[in-house]
Nanobody, 116 residues
């Protein structure tokens, strides 16, 4: 059973930073691709960043490239999303997702609000 818990969201002014954490159940990071998605009000969830469990390749969404950094600590079963130079359009609920072999699991999300 895969269980994901996000934390680290909050309220920040434009230009500020936040670090999100996604704590996964044991062995998840070695068996699943881990991804972050954002859902803004009235919008669908969009891909933010992801890391491959096979080779550690990291990819970012176009608007996040250069501002966000994804990392993982396998010993802590945790994936992080460091978000710098935040913009009001980064506002939304951030979800952690584990995906592999046709299965996907989501966390409950953490709210990020960026004021202008």
């Amino acid at each position: 059973q895969v269980h994901l818990v996000e934390s680290g969201g909050g309220f920040v002014q434009a230009g500020g930073s936040l670090r999100l954490s996604c704590v996964a159940s044991e062995r998840t990071l070695s068996m699943y691709n881990m991804e972050w998605f954002r859902q803004s009000p009235g919008m669908e969830r969009v891909f933010v960043a992801g890391i491959s469990y096979k080779d550690g390749t990291i990819v970012y969404g176009n608007s996040e490239q250069g501002r966000f950094t994804l990392s993982r600590d396998t010993a802590k079963n945790t994936v992080y999303l460091q978000m710098d130079s935040l913009k009001p359009e980064d506002t939304g609920v951030y979800y952690c997702k584990a995906e592999a072999r046709g299965a996907e699991h989501w966390g409950q999300g953490t709210q990020v609000t960026v004021s202008s």
